[in-house]
């Protein structure tokens, strides 16, 4: 019996041809395709600018700076997160306040973050977390009246939709990652985006060592200008090597959310009727692009998450535990973050699994996974 992994990425003949252009053009660094990525991406997210970056995390670091937050702000982020989401305003000497989540989406809500604030919170990090779109309108309501910004964490939510639009464009900042984990590889790699041009341009200065002329440029003349560096920047580039690759598969964006929507929709009617588990599900306002296919298993179900999980793996089935919760991890022991109770992150961190699905995923694999959980404590 082969082993179902619980991802894999869905790379073809394409990406290895769109590589070997790079390679033979001779330009590997950021340049011509990184730029063509950006334009692509900005596009099919409906947002006016794009800055790649080298990850999600790099790119939320960034997202940060440019959103003003500085040493010794608060910047509220959901516990119930990948832990780079609490590590971005750790970098910069800001402190991550956790906010509980909304048990439905995994999200934080409006009413969750406005518990955590207090006079020092400059700014607050949304997720979407696995995909499933967060409800933006509250939050962006709260953030305007206050004069907060709003990033929005959107590394798993390529893909997904807010009010029939793409996810991420309603935030002052978003950042995205590329990680294969994710839909749209690039290997390592990520994306901010944002409609403030100022914020773009700046973004793209400090994640190239906050030079005023791209490397791309100086090469690009053969006496190049003068570079000036007006503040301390980073090297958080893309390579074109990356781009090249993220270019075919942004075109096959949209194939594979269609498939993973498929995938998640035949998950859901196959445990409709089980009772002790519960699916992730669309929320009404949007539409997820699936990254996660989680479930909860809850007391009523025959056996509990770990139990589950081991009786898939004797399957020869990789799940996984669900997302993981930042205050519970060393890192952020003892941390004077945490203002209020976490309970719905605490119950979901604890009860959750993510089953397979990926593009590739056959329905007789898919058949494998369902038939394991419902003959779970069968005999
Ligand atoms: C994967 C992920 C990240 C980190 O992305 P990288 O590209 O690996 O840096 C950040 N936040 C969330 C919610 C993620 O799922």
Known sequence: MNRISVMKPWLGTAESEALAEVVASGWVAQGPRTAAFEEAFAQHQHVRHAVAASSCTTALQLALIVAGVKSGDDVVVPSFSFIATANAPTYLGARPVFADVESATGNVTADAVERVLTNKTTAIIAVDQGGMPLDLEPLRRMCDERGIALVED?????GSTYMGAPVGGGADVSAWSFHPRKLLTT????????????????????????????????????????????????????????????????????????????????????????SGLRCAQDPEYGTSNFQSFWIEVLPEFRMDREHLLEKLAADEISARRGIMAAHQQQ????????????????????????????????????????????NAGGE
Request: charged residues 25%.
């Open 154 to 158: 959107a590394a798993c939510a390529a």
């Open 187 to 274: 290997g390592e790699g990520g994306m901010l985006t944002t409609n403030n041009p100022d914020w773009a341009s700046r973004a793209r200065r400090l994640r190239e060592h906050a030079m005023d002329v791209s490397a791309a440029e100086r090469h690009g003349s053969t006496l190049a200008p003068q570079e000036h560096y007006g503040e301390v920047g980073y090297n958080f580039r893309m390579t074109d090597l990356q781009a090249a690759v993220g270019l075919v598969q942004l075109a096959k964006l949209d194939e594979m959310v269609q498939r993973r929507r498929e995938l998640a929709s035949r998950y859901r009617a196959a445990f409709h009727d089980v």
């Open 331 to 374: 890192a952020y022991a003892g941390h004077s973050g945490i203002s209020a109770p976490l309970p719905v992150t605490e119950r979901l961190t604890a009860n959750t699994l993510i089953l397979p699905l990926y593009h590739e995923l056959a329905e007789h694999e898919q058949d494998r996974v369902i038939s394991s959980v419902l």
